[in-house]
């Protein structure tokens, strides 16, 4: 009987095993990640191209850290998120961990070098232990794109220049249309101290109030009380204050209001939403910019003005939710200094990976084909044996910065080439031949309208520059790259 069990056992073990007796072993990626093919990749580098144009114009300058820090640099700056933060593996050295964020890898970076003053940038990976919804845009591996202003300066300028940052760079993407939220956390505070809730809630209180852009008003009063022990008085009196929207009207009517108005904190909080709504003004951003007392943003580091873009208009198969976030932590660099000296900050972060989710979708539903190269010219010839006069002539090429390809066969079809061309977008095709060998000249076939023309080997890379690199129109991120084709056969004839 024992024996019979064994047996199973044993039989049961092997068709765990393959065949060869190796473990099945299913290829996938790590859940909550995910690979990017060519297609997906040029789509990724036109946005950022874009968000690190924005930043450079507003004279940022660039940094990068570790991926991993001291667990002890990470832990409690992120209020409950702390429990997603991913901690490596104790090697018997240090206890480390993957970074949640850029923000907090930032601040320890300029206590360490006593750095006072910078404007940066930083785009790297960030890794959350969270519940991936990847439809969405959320991944347990994904890029942040952050800009910070560190230093003690006026009020609300370096603010005001944050919000611009996420007003121009949405507009630039074209999404749809979009709101940023506005919000100050002394003004939070501020509401729920008049609101009686015990100091000690506060930031929990505030991590509850960050999900009505995700739950009912019933259901986060519901665990205000229930969960959270705060009483029903206290949740319907913030029920009241966190359903109000405005601009810089509502900064003055709260600061009339008999309840708000006995919080010193929340008065300097409203006459700095105030201001900052002034210099939105002259920015010409205001139009889309909305005072709104139910953003809480739960990370624990923020001190002052906080904000969040979210899409209004997003594509009807795609709900991302935010797609920037950020705000004032003046207290953060302050941490990690043995004095406590305090860097005053401020920063928004542009959910990449959430833009990214959009695009994707865009580019699927529309005709035109993204380009995965940027080869500006093949290399193609008419006849055999003429694979050295290629090589020799893709090397000029490539010597002068001209992005070119060849067939890697010795007498490919010409048939072969030209439709290799087509299928990749590449504009342009050199033609040799014995006969423009003879005669110094190089055959250009234009690949969408197929016209062609002979150009002098002299010429050539003049007339390549001329027809292919990308032309900026006034007011435009976006290069004009339609192929300049006219006037190209009257330059010919007139040539000697």
């Known amino acids: ?190 509401m729920f101290a008049v609101c009686g809730v015990p100091d000690d809630k506060f930031r929990t209180i505030c991590s509850t109030v960050d999900k009505l852009d995700k739950m009912s008003w019933e259901d986060v009063k519901k665990e205000m009380v229930n969960e959270k022990g705060l009483s029903e008085e206290a949740a319907d009196q913030i029920g009241e204050y966190v359903s109000m929207q405005g601009g810089m009207d509502l900064a003055e009517r709260l600061l009339q209001d008999h309840k708000m108005s006995q919080s010193k904190q929340a008065c300097a909080g409203l006459s700095d939403i105030k201001l900052l709504f002034k210099y939105l003004q002259l920015f010409h951003v205001t139009d889309k ?70 695009m994707e979708q865009k580019a699927e539903a529309s005709p035109q084909k993204v380009r995965t190269t940027e080869v500006q010219i093949m290399v193609a010839s008419a006849q055999k044996n003429l694979l050295e006069e290629r090589l020799q002539l893709i090397s000029e090429l490539w010597n002068a910065g001209i992005k070119a390809e060849l067939m890697y066969k010795k007498n490919p079809k010409l048939l072969s080439q030209l439709q290799y061309c087509e299928e990749a977008g590449i504009p342009l095709v050199a033609i040799l031949g014995e006969q423009e060998l003879k005669d110094g000249v190089v055959k250009l076939r234009v690949v969408a309208t197929r016209e062609e023309v002979d150009i002098s080997r002299a010429d050539l890379i003049s007339e390549i520059k001329r027809r292919t690199e990308p032309v900026y129109l006034m007011g435009s991120s976006e290069p004009c790259t339609e192929f300049l084709l006219q006037s190209t056969t009257e330059q010919v004839e007139q040539e000697p």
């Open 1 to 190: 009987m024992q024996i019979d069990e064994e047996v199973a056992k044993l039989l049961e073990l092997k068709a765990q095993l393959g065949d060869d007796g190796k473990t099945q072993f299913v290829l996938k990626t790590p859940k909550g990640t995910r690979d990017y093919n060519p297609k997906q990749m040029a789509i990724r580098e036109k946005v950022f191209n874009t968000i690190i144009r924005c930043f450079k114009r507003h004279g940022a300058e660039t940094i990068d850290t570790p991926v991993f820090e001291l667990k002890e640099t990470l832990t409690g700056k992120y209020g409950e998120d702390s429990k997603l933060i991913y901690d490596l593996k104790d090697q018997g050295g240090e206890l480390l961990s993957l970074r949640y964020d850029l923000t907090v890898p930032f601040a320890r970076y300029l206590a360490m070098n006593k750095i006072t003053n910078i404007k940066r940038y930083h785009i790297a990976k960030v890794y959350r232990r969270d519940n991936p919804a990847m439809t969405r845009g959320r991944y347990r591996e994904f890029y942040q794109c952050d800009f910070d202003i560190a230093g003690q300066y006026d009020a609300m300028i370096p603010d005001a220049e944050c919000l611009k940052i996420v007003h121009e760079i949405l507009n630039e993407l074209d999404l749809g249309d979009f709101r940023i939220k506005v919000n100050d956390r002394r003004i939070l505070d501020g």
């Open 289 to 358: 910019v909305v005072f709104d007392l139910s953003l809480a943003r739960g990370l624990d580091y923020y001190t002052g003005v906080i904000y969040e873009a979210v899409l209004t208009q997003a594509e009807e198969s795609v709900s991302v939710g935010s797609v920037a976030g950020g705000g004032r932590y003046d207290g953060l660099v302050g941490m990690f200094d043995p004095k406590g000296r305090r860097v005053p900050c401020v920063g928004v972060s542009i959910g990449i990976e959430r833009i990214f989710s959009i």
